[in-house]
């Protein structure tokens, strides 16, 4: 069975610092797909980054990167300069790469960023 | 290029009372998922289709609860009777899963339904 664990419920920064996000994983499958949405107040789900299995590069996008590290099968989400915009709650969840790639969640990160 | 699309937004009724939740995918998907998020188990997948077909149906919580999919262009979920405890956000959100292995998988803006 998949599980995803993201062991931060609440994190407040004060803007323009840094932070991080954790989330770790489980699965038996030896190719999966590994995201991150984010719901901000509003309550819609938006799509930020779907990670290959067999890419562990990490990745930056503006003021986001992503560090995967299967040895420890975690996927940790860093937003640097954090700004009030950033206020939300954070989802990492885990797909099998074949099959119907349902998504497996995350209990969510509620992430505060204060002027 | 419209995204996935839910109807009603919000939804209040009252116990007992049938409710029926819309769902548009974005054109070309052949997969569609029914998630519910609630703040004790968080989000839930319940039912998902592919080319309008159910493939598993073992997160639906109830009996209560079915969902359809007559077309590859629409999908319902409805609960009947529904009860307090169905008081949620209903999430829509379909994709393609395909032999290369890479799909997307886009979410509606979600049914906040509450049953008094």
């Known amino acids: 069975a998949q599980k995803v664990t993201q062991a931060q419920t609440e994190i407040s920064v004060v803007e323009k610092e840094d932070v991080t996000l954790d989330c770790v994983y489980e699965?038996?499958?030896?190719?999966?797909?590994l995201f991150w949405y984010k719901q901000p107040p509003s309550g819609e789900l938006v799509f930020l980054i779907r990670?290959?299995?067999?890419?562990?590069q990490n990745e930056i996008s503006g003021r986001y990167s992503w560090n995967f590290q299967k040895s420890t099968s975690s996927f940790n989400f860093t937003i640097t300069a954090s700004q009030v915009v950033d206020s939300a709650v954070y989802f990492c969840?885990?797909?099998?790469?074949?099959?119907?790639?349902?998504?497996?969640f995350g209990k969510g990160t509620m992430l505060l960023v204060s002027p | 290029d419209a995204g996935v699309i839910q109807s009603p937004r919000h939804e209040v009724t009252e116990m007992g009372q049938e409710v029926t939740l819309r769902c548009k995918p974005i054109?070309?998907?052949?997969?569609l998922f029914w998630y519910r998020q609630t703040m004790m188990r968080g989000l839930e997948l319940l039912i998902y289709?592919?080319?309008?077909?159910?493939?598993?149906d073992s997160g639906m919580p109830e009996d209560r609860f079915s969902a359809k999919m007559p077309n590859a262009s629409f999908s319902t979920l409805k609960i009947q009777p529904s009860e307090p405890r169905d008081s949620a956000v209903y999430f829509c959100?379909?994709?393609?899963?395909?032999?290369?292995?890479?799909?997307?998988?886009?979410f509606g803006p979600g049914t906040r339904l509450t049953v008094l």
């Open positions: 289709f592919n080319n309008n077909v159910p493939i598993d």
């Open positions: 990670r290959n299995s067999f890419d562990e």
């Open positions: 699965t038996r499958d030896t190719t999966y797909y």
């Open positions: 054109s070309g998907h052949n997969s």
């Open positions: 969840a885990l797909s099998e790469a074949t099959g119907y790639s349902t998504l497996t």
């Open positions: 959100a379909s994709g393609n899963t395909g032999t290369s292995g890479r799909y997307e998988q886009f």
